[in-house]
């Protein structure tokens, strides 16, 4: 008796195809994550050529030296673009990897606040909707 109530309770999962909305989004962060790539090898180039580009607001809580940022930049941001690249094959794993690095960039253009505000809160906008619309594709829905 107690198979069959188990048997019964069971909710049969159905993978359904993404939507037209969910697949646009998704298209959309692998563009974004190519671009924000881009711009990520762009920054950290220009703090490894150029030292004095980005000057430290003064009394921020921390402080970083402006070459270390610029290889970090230079290693996510070439990571990033891969990954972005990676996004188009469909494959779970890309999709995984992508938010995980999205998640990252947040976290160093947070720590990059201070040397360049307006573009690290760009940067940060853009990983959230990029990590939202690669969790978005995929779901499963009850049948």
């Given at each position: ?20 909305w ?11 994550m ?40 230079l ?5 990033v ?8 094959t ?36 853009l ?7 690669l ?9």
């Amino acid at each position: 008796m107690a198979e069959q109530s188990a048997q019964q309770e069971t909710v049969a999962v159905r993978e359904e195809p993404p939507g037209g909305w969910a697949g646009g989004f998704t298209v959309f962060a692998g563009i974004m994550m190519i671009i924000g790539g881009l711009f990520h090898l762009a920054t950290g180039l220009a703090a490894i050529v150029e030292n004095k580009f980005f000057v430290v607001t003064a009394d921020y809580l921390y402080t970083f030296d402006v070459t270390g940022w610029g290889w970090i930049h230079l290693v996510v941001g070439l990571v990033v673009l891969l990954a972005g690249c990676a996004v188009f094959t469909g494959r779970l794993w890309a999709r995984v990897v992508g938010i995980v690095l999205a998640g990252l960039s947040a976290i160093a253009n947070f720590m990059f606040l201070p040397y360049y505000p307006l573009w690290s809160l760009l940067i940060i906008a853009l990983d959230v909707f990029i990590i939202w619309a690669l969790a978005v594709q995929g779901r499963s829905v009850p049948e």
